[in-house]
């Protein structure tokens, strides 16, 4: 079976196995090793204390060891076989034996000149495990002879090799009860997965409105449902700013085709003079050119619809980019003789997109132009004020109803106040406004009375 293949909550449970067989075999090996050490040092405990009770018994006499009461020897527990039996051997100097206890009976302890006196070591008796202590005892500083002390270890084998039997079988059951305790516990773990998968299959196009449900807990899986519903909230609204700017651009690229077509049906049904052929024309040109507009408007909102575009930065000269778009109005300006100021107190410049900046500004003067009446006054005024640089437009037009100030960003959206005025309008020019001013960092304030002005503030900040 492929490791990949296997489901999300398998996964889970198998990394989790994986660990916890891990620290369950390091907690086996310390239980056994603990026993293993408690065993050998009680047997080490044993040993020694058998080394100082036959101290005590054996003398030297005439160089040679021998028992002090050879009764009492035969009356020791050693002279009947025990579960841990106790051997004693006493050699001589030359290694043989001199006593050794009945419990030996013809076997001999092994005598391993190699070993420290009271080194403690393992070694065989009759093909069985016994744990070993010798020593010599000395006579004028010349080795009289050795004693050798031995204890069983066969219930000490039998204890361990049962302990080791009994974990190596609770070592698979654990782990299996662990693996679907752990699948279980995944499983529970993982709904808000299944949640997300479920929803995610019912999302379309045309269903935006369904949410993941929240987990109780606020873990990850509840900051990766919040973050997908967040994210769905943005595809909705994004798709719902896509399907309202659609519908309205539609319905305003189809209203100046449906009058140019309404101009030429009326045109061709009978024959027309000259001067009548002519006012139509030119009327259907008229709204051909207003018709280009609208198309170059909502091509410009497309184009810095993603607000990932790349900049071009450069050091922009602001009071002659304002001239110079003023000039663009010139024919405008002085047909409505509208008076136009310009105050700079010095020069600014400003880190900014030029071309992207000279679009807001053109689309600014515009209105200010376009809804101003005749006589009316522009003041541009630049200044420094709280490390910001401020680019105000004052008009003396005919201003926006207080109501219609949320909404003048809206894409199409026309004050009331342009209503039942001949002034023609997309109502995109300020939400290309809006859209610039917020990829190129400006901030923007518009406040305005009807019927007396609007004023435009631009804020740039200053770069350090």
């Known amino acids: 079976m492929n490791f990949f293949h296997l489901s999300f909550r398998n996964r889970i449970a198998l990394y989790y196995l994986i660990g916890t067989a891990l620290m369950v075999m390091l907690v086996f090996g310390i239980i056994y090793g603990t026993v293993?050490?408690?065993i050998y040092k009680h047997v080490d405990g044993d040993l020694t204390s058998e080394v100082n009770d036959y101290i005590g018994e054996i003398e030297i006499h005439q160089g040679c060891l021998q028992l002090v009461n050879a009764e009492e020897w035969q009356r020791k527990e050693h002279n009947t076989l025990s579960v841990s039996p106790v051997f004693i051997q006493v050699l001589d100097e030359g290694g043989v034996t001199v006593e050794k206890s009945p419990n030996l009976k013809k076997a001999d302890l092994v005598f391993n000149k190699q070993k420290e006196n009271y080194e403690l070591f393992d070694t065989k008796l009759d093909d069985k495990s016994i744990r070993q202590i010798q020593f010599s005892m000395l006579n004028n500083g010349k080795i009289a002879g050795y004693i050798l002390i031995a204890?069983?270890?066969?219930?000490?084998?039998?204890?361990l090799n049962n302990l080791g039997e009994i974990l190596c079988i609770l070592y698979p059951i654990i782990l299996l009860v662990l693996f679907f305790a752990a699948r279980f516990i995944a499983g529970k773990s993982i709904k808000p997965i299944r949640n997300i998968t479920e929803t995610s299959k019912i999302i379309t196009r045309e269903n935006l409105t369904s949410r993941i449900e929240m987990p109780?807990?606020?873990d990850e899986l509840y900051v990766l449902s919040e973050t997908i519903n967040n994210l769905l909230?943005?595809?909705?609204?994004?798709?719902?700013?896509?399907?309202?700017?659609?519908?309205d651009a539609s319905h305003e690229l189809r209203t100046p085709l449906a009058v140019i077509k309404g101009t030429l049906e009326v045109l061709i049904r009978k024959p027309r003079s000259q001067s009548e052929y002519e006012e139509k024309i030119n009327f259907c040109i008229s709204e051909v050119d207003r018709l280009n507009h609208m198309v170059d408007q909502l091509l410009l909102l497309a184009r810095f619809e993603n607000q990932g575009q790349s900049l071009k930065i450069e050091n922009v000269y602001l009071n002659s980019l304002i001239l110079e778009n003023i000039s663009r109005f010139s024919g405008l300006i002085s047909a409505k003789k509208i008076q136009i100021s310009a105050n700079f107190?010095?020069?600014f410049y400003v880190e900014t997109d030029g071309y992207l900046l000279s679009i807001v500004l053109n689309n600014l003067i515009s209105n200010s132009i376009k809804y101003s009446n005749d006589k009316a006054s522009l003041t541009i005024s630049i200044i420094?004020?709280?490390?910001?640089?401020?680019c105000i437009l004052a008009d003396t037009g005919i201003g926006i109803p207080a109501?219609?100030?949320q909404k003048i960003f809206d894409q199409f959206y026309r004050s009331k106040s342009t209503e039942h005025s001949e002034i023609k309008g997309t109502g995109l020019g300020l939400s290309i406004v809006k859209r610039l001013c917020t990829l190129l960092d400006i901030q923007i304030d518009i406040s305005s009375r009807e019927n007396v002005g609007t004023n435009i503030i631009?804020?740039?900040?200053?770069?350090?």
């Open 151 to 159: 204890i069983s270890l066969e219930e000490s084998n039998t204890v």
């Open 233 to 247: 909230d943005r595809v909705e609204n994004a798709i719902g700013r896509e399907k309202e700017f659609t519908s």
């Open 384 to 390: 420094k004020s709280d490390h910001k640089i401020q």
């Open 458 to 464: 631009l804020n740039f900040p200053l770069k350090n």
């Open 36 to 38: 293993s050490y408690t």
């Open 403 to 405: 109501e219609d100030l």
């Open 345 to 347: 107190t010095e020069d």
């Open 216 to 218: 109780v807990n606020r």
